[in-house]
T-cell receptor, first 114, second 113 residues
């Protein structure tokens, strides 16, 4: 079975510019997560989707971050405008069983904000 | 909310030795504890997990033990090999009715030939 797919793998932007990340979860996985992983740290949850509904976005910085999951499959995470502190790896994960199953991660997008 | 502490931050062993990584958690209602392996520049990969109704689980050279009373769980790797070198993350679920995972800070394992 194909794994979680993310693109791009790397992105370098100037501060104040917008950036978007794309995720395609494992087929049939209705739960999708976006995490941020800072250097030397574990992943931290930003937002969780059940199908197309964002059911936990309590840790998403809503002043500059937004996300969507149209049709309950692919998802996009956007930052506008980016700040220096946003440099990190953005990981997408998916899970079956309404979020009670194992989580499988994508390869991540490494964002560098200059 | 849940808080997970992981020790040690780095661990160096000789090939063939055993390695043990320990994690503690704060929420007594946590019921799911996965371990992930992350090689440099790659995705975190689930290597083993345990639920709160089980005290120990083993899969070939890796095992996880859970002590619910003390609120700690450990990863054991026996007969280590150089390809086991990676960063290992433990995680615990918050009791929110789904697997909202809180991760530890990671252990960098180096296995020397």
């Amino acid at each position: 079975e194909a794994g979680v797919v993310q693109s791009p793998r790397y992105k370098i932007i100037e501060k104040k510019q917008p950036v978007a990340f794309w995720c395609n979860p494992i087929s049939g996985h209705n739960t999708l997560y976006w995490y941020r992983q800072n250097l030397g740290q574990g992943p931290e949850l930003l937002i969780r989707y059940e199908n197309e509904e964002a059911v936990d976005d309590s840790q998403l910085p809503k002043d500059r971050f937004s996300a969507e999951r149209l049709k309950g499959v692919d998802s996009t995470l956007k930052i506008q405008p980016a700040e220096l502190g946003d440099s990190a790896v953005y990981l997408c994960a998916s899970s079956p069983d309404r979020g009670r199953g194992r989580q499988f991660f994508g390869p991540g997008t490494r964002l560098t904000v200059l | 909310g849940e808080n997970v502490e992981q020790h040690p931050s780095t661990l160096s062993v000789q090939e063939g030795d055993s390695a043990v990584i320990k994690c503690t958690y704060s929420d007594s209602a946590s019921n799911y504890f996965p371990w992930y392996k992350q090689e440099l520049g790659k995705r975190p990969q689930l290597i083993i997990d345990i639920r709160s109704n089980v005290g120990e689980k083993k899969d070939q050279r890796i095992a996880v033990t859970l002590n619910k009373t003390a609120k700690h769980f450990s990863l054991h790797i026996t007969e280590t090999q150089p390809e086991d070198s990676a960063v290992y993350f433990c995680a615990a679920s918050e009791n929110t009715g789904f697997q909202k995972l809180v991760f530890g800070t990671g252990t960098r394992l180096l296995v020397s030939p």
